[in-house]
């Protein structure tokens, strides 16, 4: 099995939190222009919180920052998103 360097699994864990974490800005800033979240799902968003909180978890716990970091902001917008929901749920 080749074995990359520690820079580029880091690179790889870097771009792959960037674009996860992304994901959620469209949503939430649809959210607050719109200022409507019924057709955002409170049952999928409260998993997703569980989710991010483990890998969170996990990336503290086995030492993999680009893991731990993305996945600590990626569930702070993920709690957002809920947050936003029960406010504009309707």
């Given at each position: 099995?080749?074995e990359?360097?520690?820079w580029l699994?880091?690179?790889?864990?870097?771009?792959?939190?960037?674009?996860?974490?992304?994901s959620?800005?469209?949503?939430i800033?649809?959210?607050?222009?719109?200022?409507?979240?019924?057709?955002v799902?409170?049952?999928?968003?409260a998993?997703?919180?569980v989710g991010?909180?483990c890998w969170?978890?996990?990336?503290v716990?086995?030492?993999?920052?680009p893991?731990?970091?993305?996945?600590?902001?990626?569930?702070?917008?993920?709690?957002?998103i809920?947050?936003?929901?029960?406010?504009?749920?309707?």
């Amino acid at each position: 099995m080749l074995e990359a360097p520690l820079w580029l699994i880091n690179a790889f864990g870097v771009v792959a939190g960037l674009c996860s974490m992304s994901s959620f800005v469209p949503q939430i800033i649809k959210i607050i222009r719109e200022r409507d979240a019924e057709g955002v799902s409170l049952h999928m968003y409260a998993v997703t919180i569980v989710g991010f909180a483990c890998w969170t978890t996990y990336g503290v716990l086995s030492g993999s920052w680009p893991v731990a970091a993305s996945n600590a902001v990626c569930l702070m917008l993920v709690i957002m998103i809920f947050a936003l929901r029960l406010r504009f749920g309707g």
